[in-house]
T-cell receptor
Framework: AQSVTQLGSHVSVSEGALVLLRCNYS??????LFWYVQYPNQGLQLLLK??????LVKGINGFEAEFKKSETSFHLTKPSAHMSDAAEYFC?????????????FGTGTKLQVIP | KAGVTQTPRYLIKTRGQQVTLSCSPI?????VSWYQQTPGQGLQFLFE???????NKGNFPGRFSGRQFSNSRSEMNVSTLELGDSALYLC??????????????FGPGTRLLVL
């Protein structure tokens, strides 16, 4: 089964600084990878997804992620953090289970943005 | 197009009671998945339904059950509630849930507190 590992359960950055949230996957086949964001008391919102069309994937709210096969990574970045980016971020991998899609989530990274 | 809706948003129950949560997927989506989210265990997959049939199931006891109706709306039921069942229950819908490239869209969740 495929899995993802998110390094760092909490990340703090200053407003305006680079945001880097790490995600590594384990997969024997080309994976489909996702980043979701969850604001307090809300569900998960899709930020972006990798489907092998391009290694650099641009998402909403200025976020992007780069798929690096050699490093089995799919890190999420944003050049300049905004206060509104404070949330929890989840990396996920899509797999097949019993012939159907199964999505496995990482443990999440809480992003704190310091004014 | 309306998003995924979940009702109720908040619930307080006592140990031993049972509870039913409801999820209405995005119009046209036929696959509905349920997840349990807790601070300690993160996001855990409960089960997935398509065309009124359960196709995938996570590692949860039989107290957790679900069903799907012909209009793709889904319900999940937890019987004999335990304190550890306190969690945010998230529902996600996708078109068919058969392909690994599909995106799951999440509802706002139902927060269950068991006293």
């Amino acid at each position: 089964a495929q899995s993802v590992t998110q390094l760092g359960s909490h990340v703090s950055v200053s407003e305006g600084a680079l945001v880097l949230l790490r995600c590594n996957y384990s997969s024997s086949v080309p994976p489909y990878l996702f980043w979701y964001v969850q604001y307090p008391n809300q569900g998960l919102q899709l930020l972006l997804k990798y489907t092998s069309a391009a290694t650099l994937v641009k998402g909403i709210n200025g976020f992007e992620a780069e798929f690096k096969k050699s490093e089995t990574s799919f890190h999420l970045t944003k050049p300049s953090a905004h206060m509104s980016d404070a949330a929890e971020y989840f990396c996920a991998v899509s797999d097949q289970s019993g012939g159907y899609q199964k999505v496995t989530f990482g443990t999440g990274t809480k992003l704190q943005v310091i004014p | 197009k309306a998003g995924v809706t979940q009702t109720p948003r908040y619930l307080i129950k006592t140990r031993g009671q049972q509870v039913t949560l409801s999820c209405s997927p995005i119009s046209g989506h036929r696959s509905v998945s349920w997840y349990q989210q807790t601070p300690g265990q993160g996001l855990q997959f409960l089960f997935e339904y398509f065309s009124e049939t359960q196709r995938n199931k996570g590692n949860f006891p039989g107290r957790f059950s679900g069903r799907q109706f012909s209009n793709s709306r889904s319900e999940m039921n937890v019987s004999t509630l335990e304190l550890g069942d306190s969690a945010l229950y998230l529902c996600a819908s996708s078109l068919k849930g058969g392909s690994t490239w599909e995106t799951q869209y999440f509802g706002p969740g139902t927060r269950l507190l068991v006293l």
